[in-house]
């Protein structure tokens, strides 16, 4: 009798708190929504030392938690959500934990794919950023399958950074455009070839053992496109061009002067050219590079347990982004740590957007 009773009452204040945590949401609804929020779980070890808990413990209630904050999140509107769940800095850790939170990800992973979880309630589509060939082969496993099995969801997205630092994505995004851009220099050096131009950057290039998949590859690319620019100029120079061209003048050969003279001018045309269509690399070609190009920047990032750093997260897309770090720990994190970040983001909002486009 009293363990129906004690049902009852749970669920009348469940009920309860749902419809005012609505109410709440539609107050909220009425300013600017952040469509992007990320969190920084952070806190979850000395939760768990607190609580005079097994350090693994501390990892599981971070869980709970997050079901909930994301819970609060897709109801108010937000339609990304980022958490760094962590981070390549993390594999320096002990042995043992690492081995303890790689199967507890697995584990987690495979709770979100179940029928009754949260991820199918909100038709959530999963994304995973960073670098997975660092993960153990059961958790990549996992990864990719709940990849898959999300891929239809277009409702909300929920981006899990594991093995990642924003450094690395930069290093990544970057090693990718070189690559691009190789392929077009090598795609434009087979449409067209001038004065062997082509052919003796190559030479060069090779001679040199340039190696755009090198990390110092953007610097040795800059220094081809400056070497491939005057290429022309100094083929003319090495040519006799310039110099016949000034003993035509003083010998008043009209005929050969205007040959010559209409030589330089195709040749300094022709170097134009090639100067327009060699393919520097753009701010653009970065960030379509990034891991985190699948969604728009952060409108506010949230970092648990009052740390006021980013600890190398997000560092390129928070450029105008808040940052709200309420003391609570993670498994401490609440409804009412939301609502307080929302607020100070519609209070900001404006001067964020005036930001936003002068950037």
């Given at each position: 009798m009293r363990k129906t009773t004690g049902n009852i009452v749970g669920q009348f204040f469940g009920g309860l708190n749902c419809y005012l945590r609505r109410c709440i949401f539609a107050i909220l609804?009425?300013?600017?929504?952040?469509?992007?929020?990320?969190?920084?779980?952070?806190?979850?070890?000395?939760?768990?030392?607190?609580?005079n808990m097994e350090e693994g413990d501390g990892h599981k209630a971070g869980f709970?938690?997050?079901?909930?904050?994301?819970?609060?999140?897709?109801?108010?509107?937000?339609?990304?959500?980022?958490?760094?769940?962590?981070?390549?800095?993390?594999?320096?850790?002990?042995?043992?934990?690492?081995?303890s939170l790689m199967e507890l990800m697995r584990k987690k992973i495979e709770e979100l794919l179940?029928?009754?979880?949260?991820?199918?309630?909100?038709?959530?589509?999963?994304?995973?950023?960073?670098?997975?060939?660092?993960?153990?082969?059961?958790?990549?496993?996992?990864?990719?399958r709940a990849t898959r099995v999300t891929a239809h969801n277009n409702q909300r997205v929920l981006l899990i950074c594991v093995a990642y630092t924003s450094r690395h994505e930069i290093v990544h995004a970057v090693q990718e455009c070189c690559k691009e851009k190789l392929n077009e220099v090598q795609a434009l050096k087979e449409e067209k070839v001038t004065d062997g131009a082509f052919s003796r950057i190559d030479q060069g290039l090779k001679g040199n053992d340039f190696d755009l998949f090198s990390q110092d590859s953007c610097k040795e690319y800059q220094n081809a496109i400056t070497a491939y620019s005057t290429?022309?100029?100094?083929?003319?120079?090495?040519?006799?061009?310039?110099?016949?061209?000034?003993?035509?003048?003083?010998?008043?050969?009209?005929e050969a002067e205007t040959t010559l003279y209409n030589g330089l001018v195709e040749l300094t045309k022709e170097r134009k050219d090639i100067q327009d269509e060699v393919p520097f690399i753009k701010l653009a070609d970065i960030e379509k590079n990034m891991y985190m190009?699948?969604?728009?920047?952060?409108?506010?990032?949230?970092r648990s347990s009052g740390e006021a750093r980013l600890?190398?997260?997000?560092?390129?897309?928070?450029?105008?982004?808040?940052?709200?770090?309420?003391?609570?720990?993670?498994?401490?994190?609440?409804?009412?740590?939301?609502?307080?970040?929302?607020?100070?983001?519609?209070?900001?909002?404006?001067?964020?957007?005036?930001?936003?486009k002068q950037s």
């Amino acid at each position: 009798m009293r363990k129906t009773t004690g049902n009852i009452v749970g669920q009348f204040f469940g009920g309860l708190n749902c419809y005012l945590r609505r109410c709440i949401f539609a107050i909220l609804s009425v300013g600017p929504v952040p469509s992007h929020i990320a969190f920084i779980m952070d806190g979850n070890r000395r939760y768990a030392k607190k609580k005079n808990m097994e350090e693994g413990d501390g990892h599981k209630a971070g869980f709970e938690a997050l079901t909930s904050i994301l819970r609060y999140c897709y109801e108010l509107g937000v339609k990304y959500v980022t958490v760094y769940a962590f981070s390549i800095d993390n594999f320096k850790r002990k042995s043992k934990e690492v081995k303890s939170l790689m199967e507890l990800m697995r584990k987690k992973i495979e709770e979100l794919l179940e029928q009754e979880s949260l991820i199918n309630e909100y038709g959530v589509r999963l994304h995973f950023i960073g670098d997975m060939q660092l993960l153990t082969e059961p958790v990549r496993a996992a990864v990719e399958r709940a990849t898959r099995v999300t891929a239809h969801n277009n409702q909300r997205v929920l981006l899990i950074c594991v093995a990642y630092t924003s450094r690395h994505e930069i290093v990544h995004a970057v090693q990718e455009c070189c690559k691009e851009k190789l392929n077009e220099v090598q795609a434009l050096k087979e449409e067209k070839v001038t004065d062997g131009a082509f052919s003796r950057i190559d030479q060069g290039l090779k001679g040199n053992d340039f190696d755009l998949f090198s990390q110092d590859s953007c610097k040795e690319y800059q220094n081809a496109i400056t070497a491939y620019s005057t290429e022309v100029e100094s083929a003319a120079r090495n040519d006799g061009l310039y110099e016949n061209n000034i003993e035509n003048h003083i010998d008043n050969d009209t005929e050969a002067e205007t040959t010559l003279y209409n030589g330089l001018v195709e040749l300094t045309k022709e170097r134009k050219d090639i100067q327009d269509e060699v393919p520097f690399i753009k701010l653009a070609d970065i960030e379509k590079n990034m891991y985190m190009a699948v969604a728009p920047d952060p409108d506010i990032l949230i970092r648990s347990s009052g740390e006021a750093r980013l600890s190398n997260f997000l560092l390129w897309q928070t450029t105008t982004c808040p940052l709200y770090a309420p003391t609570a720990l993670w498994p401490e994190i609440g409804l009412r740590h939301l609502i307080w970040a929302v607020l100070n983001f519609q209070r900001h909002y404006f001067y964020l957007e005036k930001k936003k486009k002068q950037s």
